[in-house]
């Protein structure tokens, strides 16, 4: 779909304006001496994609926010509609097909108390595209029903719209759109759970993404997806093609629910839903890449919040760090490049779940398969880029942890650019860069050491690290610490030092 630019000086309602006079100036020379190329113009194609871009409009009866604006729904469903008639074999046509049916269905079963606004050899024109099967019923009740299913649908648009055009005030009337349907379509069929997975999704992105900023979404929304999502999961069953987006949706929403409220219980029924999506995903699903992302961050963050007693087994940084590579290998620079670096990132956090701070060799092999991540990552990540500095800084530490400190000290001194101007930054790699110097110096003494040597040495660490932590619970020197006022509160402030 191209995007021209606005023309200098218009502001919207101009642009509108003038949008809707040229689609309609191309409709009104239809049938004329020289045939329908116009239609088919560059031009035409960009203006009428243009036109998208004000299928909603502030409305006074919203209270300030935006409806459906139905003289250009109308208007570029009909003109969508003999784009794809004209040239029915053209690589667009059957999109274009496809979109003029939605835009006119809400015109086409309009409530038996509206007035039919489509001309007559339009409506006899859908009615044989239709066929008798769907035909606007006779019935007042079974057009209520399926005028509700054709707010529904265009809801469906709209939220793709939404998220394809960045266009939030489409994705907010999308929401509009779905709860004003859903208590009409029948309970029977798979429409209202269709609908309850739709208005789920646009409540989750018609305002800051509850991923990223849980603390910033509107708490009634939130609920409100989470409820929609959770009632349309259940009624969608495994083998329809919407289960796997349903689960991932209603995941989604739990997960921003446990930010917002700080409540890590929720963490758990989330990862289930998010994986209960990758294992039922199907070909439709185009989103795959990033269910396994949000399953390897969501089981990340149940490891990273687990409190005293409830660490988490081998098993959830294994299935965390699959997942990731997963979403990691589906993805390509050139399709995505800064997707590619979220999830870059979060696998560079997964590797790390658990690392132990008593168990150095098995803490430096974790590091070790961080720096692999955290060096693709730095390599995505250019000079200039307001990350690189906190990426390089990463990398230099999971060195460091991984026991090369010569590296770790390349490392930083090469890239100093990237924090140098930076007081934070600059005191981390400071601390990186004088730890990084005792291990050298300590690795360097224990070169000539043969492997029972080292082994003593280690096993004098593995002894000496509690106490100087700060915890003598227990521990057999524990009274030989207190009496030099290194026990307790003592040692940890030391240690600190």
């Given at each position: 779909?191209?995007?021209?630019?606005?023309?200098?000086?218009?502001?919207r309602?101009?642009?509108?304006?003038?949008?809707?006079?040229?689609?309609?100036?191309?409709?009104?020379?239809?049938?004329?001496?020289?045939?329908?190329?116009?239609?088919?113009?560059?031009?035409?194609?960009?203006?009428?994609?243009?036109?998208?871009?004000?299928?909603?409009?502030?409305?006074?009866?919203?209270?300030?926010?935006?409806?459906?604006?139905?003289?250009?729904?109308?208007?570029?469903?009909?003109?969508?509609?003999f784009?794809?008639?004209?040239?029915?074999d053209?690589?667009?046509?059957?999109?274009?097909?496809?979109?003029?049916?939605?835009?006119?269905?809400?015109?086409?079963?309009?409530?038996?108390?509206?007035?039919?606004?489509?001309?007559?050899?339009l409506?006899?024109?859908?009615?044989?595209?239709?066929?008798?099967?769907?035909?606007?019923?006779?019935?007042?009740?079974?057009?209520?029903?399926?005028?509700?299913?054709?707010?529904?649908?265009?809801?469906?648009?709209?939220?793709?719209?939404?998220?394809?055009?960045?266009?939030?005030?489409?994705?907010?009337?999308?929401?509009?759109l779905a709860?004003?349907?859903?208590?009409?379509?029948?309970?029977?069929?798979?429409?209202?759970?269709?609908?309850?997975?739709?208005?789920?999704?646009a409540?989750?992105?018609?305002?800051?993404?509850?991923?990223?900023?849980?603390?910033?979404?509107?708490?009634?929304?939130?609920?409100?997806?989470?409820?929609?999502?959770?009632?349309?999961?259940?009624?969608?069953?495994?083998?329809?093609?919407?289960?796997?987006?349903?689960?991932?949706?209603?995941?989604?929403?739990?997960?921003?629910?446990?930010?917002?409220?700080?409540?890590?219980?929720?963490?758990?029924?989330a990862a289930?839903?998010?994986?209960?999506?990758?294992?039922?995903?199907?070909?439709?699903?185009?989103?795959?890449?990033?269910?396994?992302?949000?399953?390897?961050?969501?089981?990340?963050?149940?490891?990273?919040?687990?409190?005293?007693?409830?660490?988490?087994?081998?098993?959830?940084r294994?299935?965390?760090?699959?997942?990731?590579?997963?979403?990691?290998?589906?993805?390509?620079?050139?399709?995505?490049?800064?997707?590619?670096?979220?999830?870059?990132?979060?696998?560079?956090?997964?590797?790390?779940?658990?690392?132990?701070?008593?168990?150095r060799?098995?803490?430096a092999?974790?590091?070790?398969?961080?720096?692999?991540?955290?060096?693709?990552?730095l390599?995505?990540?250019?000079?200039?880029?307001?990350?690189?500095?906190?990426?390089?800084?990463?990398?230099?530490?999971?060195?460091?942890v991984?026991?090369?400190?010569?590296?770790t000290?390349?490392?930083?001194?090469?890239?100093?650019?990237?924090?140098?101007?930076?007081?934070?930054?600059?005191?981390?790699?400071?601390?990186?860069?004088?730890?990084?110097?005792?291990?050298?110096?300590?690795?360097?003494?224990?070169?000539?050491?043969?492997?029972?040597?080292?082994?003593?040495w280690?096993?004098?660490?593995?002894?000496?690290?509690?106490?100087?932590?700060?915890?003598?619970?227990?521990?057999?020197?524990?009274?030989?610490?207190?009496?030099?006022?290194?026990?307790?509160?003592?040692?940890?402030?030391?240690?600190?030092?």
């Amino acid at each position: 779909m191209t995007e021209p630019q606005q023309l200098p000086g218009e502001d919207r309602p101009a642009e509108r304006e003038r949008l809707l006079r040229a689609v309609r100036g191309r409709l009104d020379a239809l049938g004329g001496p020289t045939g329908n190329g116009h239609l088919h113009t560059a031009e035409a194609r960009q203006e009428t994609d243009r036109l998208l871009r004000h299928l909603v409009a502030p409305h006074p009866a919203t209270g300030g926010g935006h409806a459906l604006d139905a003289e250009v729904a109308y208007v570029l469903g009909v003109m969508y509609l003999f784009v794809a008639d004209d040239r029915p074999d053209a690589p667009t046509a059957a999109q274009d097909g496809q979109c003029a049916l939605l835009l006119l269905a809400p015109f086409y079963c309009h409530l038996p108390d509206q007035p039919d606004v489509l001309p007559p050899p339009l409506r006899a024109g859908l009615d044989q595209l239709l066929g008798a099967e769907g035909r606007r019923p006779d019935a007042p009740e079974e057009i209520v029903q399926e005028h509700a299913a054709s707010l529904a649908n265009l809801a469906m648009l709209l939220l793709e719209l939404g998220i394809t055009l960045a266009y939030p005030e489409a994705i907010r009337v999308a929401a509009d759109l779905a709860r004003e349907a859903l208590p009409h379509l029948s309970p029977d069929g798979h429409d209202r759970a269709l609908a309850g997975c739709n208005l789920g999704y646009a409540l989750l992105l018609s305002g800051p993404t509850p991923v990223s900023s849980p603390g910033q979404a509107d708490p009634e929304q939130l609920a409100e997806a989470v409820s929609v999502l959770r009632t349309a999961f259940a009624a969608t069953p495994r083998e329809h093609p919407n289960h796997a987006r349903c689960a991932n949706g209603l995941g989604l929403a739990l997960l921003a629910s446990a930010g917002q409220a700080e409540d890590r219980t929720q963490l758990a029924e989330a990862a289930a839903m998010l994986r209960i999506a990758t294992q039922t995903a199907t070909e439709v699903d185009q989103n795959l890449p990033q269910m396994y992302s949000d399953l390897g961050y969501t089981l990340t963050l149940c490891a990273r919040t687990a409190g005293e007693g409830e660490e988490p087994g081998p098993e959830v940084r294994e299935e965390a760090v699959d997942a990731l590579r997963r979403a990691v290998d589906l993805t390509t620079p050139a399709e995505d490049g800064e997707m590619l670096r979220t999830r870059l990132d979060r696998l560079a956090d997964a590797v790390v779940i658990g690392s132990p701070s008593d168990d150095r060799p098995r803490a430096a092999a974790q590091a070790e398969q961080a720096v692999d991540t955290l060096r693709r990552l730095l390599d995505l990540t250019p000079e200039g880029h307001p990350e690189r500095g906190d990426v390089l800084l990463r990398l230099a530490g999971n060195r460091l942890v991984a026991q090369h400190p010569q590296e770790t000290i390349d490392l930083l001194v090469q890239g100093e650019s990237a924090y140098a101007t930076d007081p934070r930054r600059e005191q981390i790699a400071r601390a990186l860069l004088v730890e990084a110097a005792m291990l050298k110096g300590e690795l360097d003494s224990r070169a000539d050491l043969t492997p029972e040597q080292q082994a003593d040495w280690q096993a004098i660490d593995d002894v000496m690290l509690p106490l100087l932590s700060g915890d003598t619970t227990g521990h057999p020197m524990r009274s030989v610490m207190n009496l030099i006022g290194l026990g307790g509160e003592g040692a940890g402030a030391a240690a600190r030092n």
